[in-house]
C-alpha cells in the first residue's frame, strides 16, 4: 500500500483520472493510501468498497493532486516533502494552491 509521501512525490505514478483515499483526520507523510477509480462503487455507496473496508475517506481526485504538486513545483525546483504535505493541506483547506 503507498503512502502520502509516494503519492505527492511523484502523482503522475499513480493514474491521474483515479482519487485519492486516507484517513483524512490524520494525514501525514506516512499515512497509508488508497487512490483507486472512485466510480468503482456499489449501488448506493459513495466511495469504494476497498476504501470503506480500511476506514478510508475520499481526499481528492489524483489530478487535482499532481496540479497541486506541478503548481509548486513551478515554484520551487526541489520542494521537502514536508512541503508538498503543506500545500496538499492548504489546497484542501482552501480549495487554492499555496504561494512559497
Not at 38 to 49: L, N, T
Request: charged letters at 30%; aromatic letters at 8%.
Amino acid at each position: 500500500m503507498p503512502q502520502l509521501r509516494d503519492v505527492l512525490q511523484d502523482p503522475k505514478a499513480f493514474n491521474l483520472s483515479y482519487a485519492l483515499f486516507a484517513d483524512k483526520s490524520s494525514l501525514s507523510l506516512d499515512s497509508d493510501v488508497l487512490v483507486l477509480d472512485a466510480d468503482d462503487v456499489e449501488e448506493g455507496e459513495e466511495d469504494p468498497a476497498e476504501a470503506r473496508a480500511a476506514g478510508y475517506d475520499y481526499v481528492l481526485m489524483m489530478n487535482d493532486v499532481n496540479g497541486i504538486i506541478s503548481n509548486l513545483l513551478a515554484q520551487q525546483r526541489q520542494p521537502t516533502d514536508e512541503l508538498r504535505l503543506d500545500a496538499l493541506r492548504f489546497y484542501l483547506a482552501r480549495d487554492a494552491y499555496i504561494e512559497v
